[in-house]
T-cell receptor, first 113, second 114 residues
Framework: AQKITQTQPGMFVQEKEAVTLDCTYD???????LFWYKQPSSGEMIFLIY??????QNATEGRYSLNFQKARKSANLVISASQLGDSAMYFC??????????FGAGTRLTVKP | NAGVTQTPKFQVLKTGQSMTLQCAQD?????MSWYRQDPGMGLRLIHY???????DQGEVPNGYNVSRSTTEDFPLRLLSAAPSQTSVYFC?????????????FGPGTRLTVT
């Protein structure tokens, strides 16, 4: 069963604008972690942000924030003030309890000048 | 710190050949894993290890073997390569295997099987 769903295969955003990348997840565990990774065209996987299931505040890291809605099982990534260097694939991932990490299919973000 | 290193960066194999993808980390991480990335499918877990001497299967283990004799190294062996194993392979590690630990990824190995 698909644990992580990213419904947007591709997204476009104008430079300096904000963009939201969607992620929904499926779990019956109470204890889990949600992660976002960026994969630029060079291919490496770069960790961006983490949200724990027990965290009451939404996580933020610089221009990245995670809009965590636990009841809806969604963990959307918000990138503010988009830059050309933000063009990349973005993956949402979840780690349940002591288990391994599962990834969504990814969203390709293109920032237009 | 070199982080997570993988060799080779690129590899072309003929169907039926075997090979080992190397992975090493210098962060003293307990948890290591191997993923494959295919277009449109994200990353899928092949095998993982929660410490030296302990390995387990992930989502797509068929055709691959692993072993973990040291904390640092986690090689992935392709026993008899098939065109369906053409993919980009990532090795990753994390300090531990709990829900709060992000994984650090190697640069990937692009494998083509003809």
């Amino acid at each position: 069963a698909q644990k992580i769903t990213q419904t947007q295969p591709g997204m476009f955003v104008q430079e300096k604008e904000a963009v939201t990348l969607d992620c929904t997840y499926d779990t019956s565990d109470q204890s889990y972690g949600l992660f976002w990774y960026k994969q630029p065209s060079s291919g490496e996987m770069i960790f961006l942000i983490y949200q724990g299931s027990y965290d009451e505040q939404n996580a933020t890291e610089g221009r990245y924030s995670l809009n965590f809605q636990k009841a809806r099982k969604s963990a959307n990534l918000v990138i503010s003030a988009s830059q050309l260097g933000d063009s990349a694939m973005y993956f949402c991932a979840m780690r349940e309890g002591l288990n391994d990490m599962r990834f969504g299919a990814g969203t390709r973000l293109t920032v237009k000048p | 710190n070199a982080g997570v290193t993988q060799t080779p960066k690129f590899q072309v194999l003929k169907t039926g050949q075997s090979m080992t993808l190397q992975c090493a980390q210098d962060m003293n991480h307990e948890y290591m894993s191997w993923y494959r990335q295919d277009p449109g499918m994200g990353l899928r877990l092949i095998h993982y290890s929660v410490g030296a001497g302990i390995t387990d299967q992930g989502e797509v283990p068929n055709g691959y073997n692993v072993s973990r004799s040291t904390t640092e190294d986690f090689p992935l062996r392709l026993l008899s390569a098939a065109p369906s194993q053409t993919s980009v392979y990532f090795c990753a590690s994390s300090y531990n295997f709990g829900r709060t630990y992000e994984q650090y990824f190697g640069p990937g190995t692009r494998l083509t099987v003809t």
